[in-house]
C-alpha cells in the first residue's frame, strides 16, 4: 500500500512538472522587449499613484493649490513621456513578433 | 505510514532540486518551458510537503506513539486540540512546517505573479526553491519527523505544559509564515539583482509579500506576548528573551523596507537601500529560525541543544556574503533616479524612520548577541537584562511614534511653511491640552518619561485623526456624502494610505498600553491563607478559599480571590496551576503527579482602564510528607504484588485505581486543610489597550494589504495626457 502511494504521487508529480517540457514544440523564447515592457508598466502604475497621491496631498490641505498644479502638471509630464515609451516598445515587439 | 512520510521528504527534495535546475537553465537560456516546469516543481512541491504535513498532523491526531516524535511531544491525555499544535512544537515538526509554508507561500507569489517579472520570477523561484532544499535537508538528515521507534511507548511524555495555550496554536504557524513571506521578497531581489532589472516591477510585484509578512510576523509576536502575559506567570509581555528578539529585528527592518520601497516606487530612489533593507530582512528571518533552533542562546522558547548550529551559519554566512557581493557587484545599476528634494518632505521623514528602526535592530542584535561577543572578547559569558534595552530602546522607540504621527502630515517632494502651520498646529495644541491634563488631573507628572511617552501618544493619534477628518472632508466636497460613508468609500479608494495611517494609530495605542501598563504597575508578591487579604493599588484582594481538582492530564491546585474596593464587590478572580505527571518513575508512585513540570493559570480581570492579573504558586512542602508516605506504601504494595506472583491484569488495574484515589486525596489535602500560598498581584492601568491596539494595527495592516480594484489596462488611442486623465479616472 505505501508503494502504491509512493508511486502514484512520484507520477503526478513527474505529469505536473514534465507537463510545460512536453509542449515544448513551440519552443517559446522570452524576448528582452517583455521585461522592459513590464518595468515601464510598473513605473506607469507607480506615476498615476503619485498623481493620486498629489491630488489626495492638495484636497487634504498638504499642498497649496500653486503647488499642486506644479506638481501636477510635472507628473503628468512625466506619464506622457512613459506612456509614449511604452507605445513605442509594444510596436517594436509587435514588429519582430 | 512513516515511511510514506520519509518518502514523500525524499520525493520533495528530488522535486527541489530539479525545480532550482530547470529554473536557472530556464532563465539562462530564456525558455519559458524550462522556466515554467521549475515553477511547477514549485506547486508539486507544496502539494508532496502538503500531504507530508497532513501525514504528522494525522500521526499526532491518532497518538501513533511508533512515530518518535509523537511519543515524545504528544499523550494520550493530550487535548485532541492541542494534539493538532504539539506537531510544531518539536524541532522536527516545525522544521517540516516552516518548509510546508514556504511551499505555499512560493506558490502563491508565484501564481499572482503570473507573467509579470517573467526575467526575474525563474531566478526567485531557484532561490525559494534552494531555501526549500536547505531545510528538507535538515528534516531528511538531521531532525526527521517521520523516524519511528522500534518499540513504541503505550503512553507518550505529553505536550510541555508551557505551550498548552490557545495562541500556540496560532502563534508559531504566524511566525513561521512571517519569516517564509519575507523570503520572497529576498528572493526577487536577489533575481532582481541578478538579472539587473532592478526598477520598480520587482518591488511592486513583491509589495504585497513583504506587507503581508510584516502583518503575519507582528501577529506573531503579539500572539506571542499575550501568551507571556496569561501563561508564563511572571505578569510582563516582553523580557527581551534573544528568541522574542529574534522576531522582532526582521520584523523592524521589514517595518523600515515598506515604508521605504514607497520612496523607491515612486522617486526611483534609495535602490541601495532598499533592497539592503529586503536582503537583510531575509537573511535575519533565517537567524531567528536558526536562534530557536541552534540552542546557542539560552531562552525559553528554543528548542535546546542541537546539531542545527552548524547548517545554519552556512547558510546565513551564504546568504550574507552573497548579498554583500550582489549588492556591491551592481551598485551601477542601482544608483537613484532623483535626489531629495527638500528635508521636509515625506522622503525625509521615511529616511529618518529607517535610521531610527535600523538603529533599534542593532541595539536588539547587540544586546542579544552579547554574550557571545563577551565570551569571544573576554571568555565570560555575560548577558544584558532589560534594563539596558530600555535604556536604549525607549528613546528610539519615543521617536517612532512621534514620526508615525508626522509622517502623514507631511506631503511627498516638499512642504512649505504655511503648509507646516497648517497641518501641525491643531495636533500640537491637543497634545498640549493633553500634557495639561496629565499633569493636573492624573498622576501621571510622578513619572516625567512616561508622561512625554503619552503626550507624544496624542500627538500621533490627534495627527491621524486630523487627517482621517480631512480626508472626509475632502470626500464630501466632491461627492456629498455622509461622514461614515465618505470615510468608508475614502478608505476603499486608498487602501494603502489609509490602512497605513490606521497602522500608525494601532501601533501608537499599543505603545500607550505598554508604557502606561509598565510605568505606573502596581505589583505585589505576598503569602496569603484563605481568609487573608492584601491591598493592591487600592484594590482588596481576599483568599476566600483553596481549590485542586484531580484530573487524568493534571492536578490543578489554586485559589478563589475576591476583589473589592472601598468595600465594593469589584469582580472574584480564579487562578490555579497545574501539575502534570512526570515520566520519571525516581519521583516515586504518588510523587511524580507532584513534582512534574507545571504550569500557571492566571486570574485576569482585563478591563479599559486597569488589569487586574493574579497568579497562585502553591507550597507543596506540606504534602510532601504525606507524598513521601504514599511512595512508600505503593512501593511497598507493588513490590508484595510481585512477590506473590499475581501480576494479573486485575490486581495491577485495581492498585492503580487505588493510585488514584490517593493521588486526588493528597490534592484534597490543599482543599481541607490549607496553608500559605504565595501569590504574585499586578494592578496595571491601560494594559488592554495593548490588545485593542494590536486589533487596529492588524486592521490597518488588512486594509492596505487588500487588493485595489483592478485598473484598467485597455489601450487608448486619444492623446497621451487625455490619456493619463482617462486612465487615472478609470482606477
Known amino acids: 500500500m505505501d508503494f502504491l502511494i509512493i508511486v502514484v504521487v512520484l507520477c503526478v508529480v513527474v505529469a505536473i512538472v514534465g507537463a510545460p517540457l512536453r509542449r515544448r514544440g513551440e519552443q517559446e523564447v522570452e524576448s528582452p522587449e517583455v521585461g522592459e515592457l513590464a518595468d515601464l508598466e510598473a513605473a506607469k502604475e507607480a506615476k498615476y499613484r503619485e498623481i ?40 517594436r515587439a509587435a514588429a519582430v513578433s | 505510514m512513516a515511511t510514506v ?72 491525555t493530550t487535548p485532541a486540540f492541542y494534539k493538532a499544535t504539539a506537531a510544531w512544537s518539536s524541532q522536527e515538526g516545525s522544521l517540516l512546517l516552516w518548509v510546508w509554508l514556504l511551499s505555499l507561500w512560493s506558490s502563491l507569489v508565484l501564481v499572482l505573479v503570473g507573467r509579470r517579472v517573467r526575467e526575474i520570477a525563474p531566478v526567485a523561484t531557484a532561490v525559494l526553491l534552494g531555501l526549500a532544499s536547505f531545510f528538507l535537508t535538515l528534516t531528511i538528515f538531521y531532525a526527521n519527523p517521520f523516524d519511528t521507534l522500534a518499540i513504541p511507548p503505550a503512553e507518550g511524555v505529553g505536550l510541555n505544559p508551557l505551550l498548552r495555550h490557545p495562541s500556540m496554536m496560532f502563534h508559531p504557524p504566524m511566525l513561521y509564515s512571517g ?44 500572539l506571542g506576548a499575550r501568551w507571556s502575559y496569561t501563561e508564563l506567570g511572571w505578569g510582563g509581555i516582553w523580557a527581551w528573551d534573544p528568541v522574542e528578539n529574534a522576531s522582532l529585528m526582521p520584523w523592524l527592518i521589514g517595518t523600515a523596507y515598506i515604508h521605504s520601497i514607497m520612496i523607491q516606487e515612486k522617486r526611483g530612489m534609495l535602490k541601495v537601500w532598499n533592497v539592503s533593507l529586503v536582503l537583510a530582512t531575509g537573511t535575519l528571518a533565517i537567524l531567528g529560525t536558526f536562534l ?128 507646516v502651520r497648517r497641518s501641525f498646529v491643531a495636533p500640537l495644541l491637543l497634545a498640549l491640552a493633553l500634557l495639561v491634563a496629565l499633569l493636573f488631573v492624573s498622576g501621571a507628572r510622578a513619572d516625567p518619561k512616561a508622561l512625554a511617552f503619552l503626550v507624544v501618544v496624542g500627538f500621533t493619534l490627534a495627527c491621524v485623526a486630523q487627517e482621517l477628518w480631512r480626508g472626509i472632508r475632502a470626500r464630501q466636497a466632491v461627492a ?23 497602522v500608525h494609530a494601532g501601533f501608537a495605542v499599543l ?53 473589592s474596593k472601598r468595600g465594593r464587590h469589584v469582580t472574584t478572580l480564579r487562578t490555579s496551576r497545574g501539575f502534570y505527571p512526570a515520566q520519571d518513575l525516581s519521583l516515586g508512585i504518588v510523587g ?31 504534602l510532601q510528607r504525606i507524598i513521601a508516605e504514599g511512595n512508600r506504601r505503593f512501593r511497598s504494595a507493588m513490590l508484595a504484588i510481585q512477590a506473590k506472583g499475581d501480576g494479573s491484569q486485575a490486581s495491577i488495574g485495581q492498585l492503580y485505581a487505588l493510585r488514584d484515589a490517593a493521588v486526588a486525596a493528597v490534592a484534597r489535602r490543599f482543599v481541607t486543610a490549607p496553608w500559605s500560598s504565595q501569590f504574585r498581584f499586578i494592578v496595571s492601568p491601560l494594559a488592554t489597550w495593548i490588545w485593542i491596539g494590536a486589533i487596529v494595527t492588524v486592521l490597518g495592516g488588512l486594509i492596505a494589504l487588500w487588493p485595489a480594484p483592478l485598473t484598467a489596462r485597455r489601450r487608448v488611442t486619444a492623446g497621451y495626457a487625455a490619456r493619463v486623465a482617462r486612465e487615472l479616472a478609470r482606477s
Open chain 2, 511 to 563: 505603545l500607550l498600553g505598554v508604557a502606561a501598563s509598565t510605568s505606573f504597575q502596581h505589583a505585589r508578591d505576598v503569602s496569603l491563607r484563605p481568609g487573608q487579604s492584601v491591598r493592591v493599588d487600592g484594590f482588596d484582594i481576599k483568599y476566600v478559599r483553596a481549590v485542586a481538582k484531580p484530573e487524568a492530564e493534571k492536578i490543578s491546585l489554586g485559589a478563589v480571590l475576591d476583589v
Open chain 2, 179 to 222: 519569516y517564509t513571506l519575507f523570503s520572497i521578497p529576498f528572493a526577487f531581489a536577489i533575481g532582481a539583482l541578478i538579472t539587473r532589472r532592478l526598477n520598480a516591477e520587482w518591488v511592486l510585484a513583491t509589495r504585497r509579500f513583504a506587507l503581508g509578512a510584516w502583518l503575519c510576523l507582528g501577529i506573531g509576536i503579539v
Open chain 2, 592 to 622: 511524580r503527579f507532584f513534582n512534574g513540570e507545571a504550569e500557571s493559570e492566571v486570574g485576569l480581570r482585563a478591563g479599559l482602564g486597569r488589569d487586574i492579573w493574579t497568579v497562585i504558586n502553591p507550597d507543596l512542602g506540606p
Open chain 2, 292 to 419: 530557536v533552533r541552534s540552542g546557542i542562546l539560552d531562552s525559553i522558547h528554543a528548542f535546546g541543544a542541537s546539531t542545527l548550529g552548524v547548517p545554519f551559519l552556512i547558510l546565513i554566512g551564504a546568504m550574507v556574503l552573497g548579498s554583500v557581493g550582489l549588492v556591491i557587484a551592481r551598485r551601477g545599476d542601482l544608483r537613484s533616479e532623483h535626489q531629495l528634494d527638500s528635508l521636509l518632505s515625506r522622503e525625509a521623514v521615511f529616511l529618518l524612520q529607517n535610521v531610527i528602526l535600523v538603529a533599534l535592530c542593532f541595539v536588539i542584535f547587540w544586546g542579544t548577541f552579547f554574550p557571545l561577543i563577551s565570551e569571544a572578547v573576554t571568555g565570560t559569558r555575560a548577558s544584558v537584562g532589560p534594563p539596558w534595552f530600555d535604556k536604549y530602546t525607549v528613546p528610539l522607540a519615543f521617536a517612532l511614534v512621534a514620526l508615525a504621527g508626522i509622517g502623514p502630515l507631511v506631503p511627498w517632494r516638499r512642504m512649505t511653511v504655511a503648509a
Open chain 2, 5 to 76: 512520510g520519509r518518502a514523500l521528504l525524499i520525493v520533495a527534495f528530488a522535486v527541489a532540486l530539479y525545480g532550482i535546475a530547470a529554473s536557472i537553465y530556464g532563465a539562462v537560456r530564456r525558455e519559458r518551458a524550462w522556466s515554467d516546469s521549475g515553477r511547477r516543481a514549485v506547486y508539486a512541491l507544496a502539494g508532496v510537503l502538503t500531504l507530508a504535513f497532513g501525514l504528522l498532523e494525522a500521526a499526532f491526531l491518532r497518538s501513533d506513539f511508533s512515530f518518535s516524535v509523537v511519543a515524545t511531544h504528544s499523550s494520550t
Open chain 1, 52 to 91: 493620486r497621491d498629489a491630488e489626495l496631498d492638495h484636497r487634504t490641505g498638504k499642498l497649496s493649490e500653486e503647488d499642486w498644479r506644479a506638481l501636477d502638471r510635472a507628473l503628468r509630464g512625466e506619464a506622457v513621456v512613459l506612456l509614449k515609451r511604452l507605445d513605442e516598445l509594444r510596436d
Open chain 2, 480 to 502: 456629498r456624502e455622509p461622514a461614515p460613508v465618505a470615510l468608508v468609500a475614502l478608505v476603499r479608494r486608498n487602501r494603502r494610505r489609509y490602512g497605513g495611517y490606521i
